[in-house]
T-cell receptor, first 113, second 108 residues
Framework: DARVTQTPRHKVTEMGQEVTMRCQPILGHNTVFWYRQTMMQGLELLAY????????DSGMPKDRFSAEMPDATLATLKIQPSEPRDSAVYFC???????????FGDGTRLSIL | KNEVEQSPQNLTAQEGEFITINCSYSVGISALHWLQQHPGGGIVSLFMLSSGKKKHGRLIATINIQEKHSSLHITASHPRDSAVYICAVRSGSDKIIFGKGTRLHILP
């Protein structure tokens, strides 16, 4: 079964450090989403891409977060500098196009000390 | 007021019971998703709806666009259905808005 792969699964680091999370979407999926889940806020959309072009990143704090798709097989989400309030589970999801279901990765559990 | 409201927040039921989870939204939408998140944290997309009704196994999802309401039903519920069920809508401006989720616990 094809899967969305996220790395790392867990990350613990000190505040101020740069954090990079990676996502390999399912081959052939042209739409990629980044979500964040916290106990307080639940799930939130941070950004999404279609055909590698960013379509919406309004959910992302622009001063410290950046999302890119260097190629069709890799999406990255970077936080620099990280802060304790960034602690959350970050999910990546991909889909083939409009009207299709999203396939979620297992998430990256991030803890900023 | 949240743009996507789910009810109930928590639900405990006996195995075999018919389960209904509700989702109401206040924005115009192009699609509505039902997601399932298991205790381990993994998220699975159950349904995507823009009108009518869909069925997959023991799960049924309906949507009423005029009333801005969707329901997720589980027939013959089983302990393995225990999970958090999340409603999410894609608004007309392409924004995705999530409900807070319904935590379902099915007792054997």
């Amino acid at each position: 079964d094809a899967r969305v792969t996220q790395t790392p699964r867990h990350k613990v680091t000190e505040m101020g450090q740069e954090v990079t999370m990676r996502c390999q979407p399912i081959l052939g999926h042209n739409t990629v989403f980044w979500y964040r889940q916290t106990m307080m806020q639940g799930l939130e959309l941070l950004a999404y891409f279609r055909n590698r072009a960013p379509l919406d990143d309004s959910g992302m704090p622009k001063d410290r977060f950046s999302a890119e798709m260097p190629d069709a097989t890799l999406a990255t989400l970077k936080i620099q500098p990280s802060e304790p309030r960034d602690s959350a589970v970050y999910f990546c999801a991909s889909m083939t196009g409009l009207g299709q279901p999203q396939h979620f990765g297992d998430g990256t559990r991030l803890s900023i000390l | 007021k949240n743009e996507v409201e789910q009810s109930p927040q928590n639900l405990t039921a006996q195995e075999g019971e018919f389960i209904t989870i509700n989702c109401s939204y206040s924005v115009g939408i192009s699609a509505l998703h039902w997601l399932q998140q298991h205790p381990g944290g993994g998220i699975v997309s159950l349904f995507m709806l823009s009108s009518g009704k869909k069925k997959h196994g023991r799960l049924i999802a309906t949507i009423n666009i005029q009333e801005k309401h969707s329901s997720l039903h589980i027939t013959a519920s089983h302990p393995r259905d225990s999970a958090v069920y999340i409603c999410a809508v894609r608004s007309g401006s392409d924004k995705i808005i999530f409900g807070k989720g319904t935590r379902l616990h099915i007792l054997p």
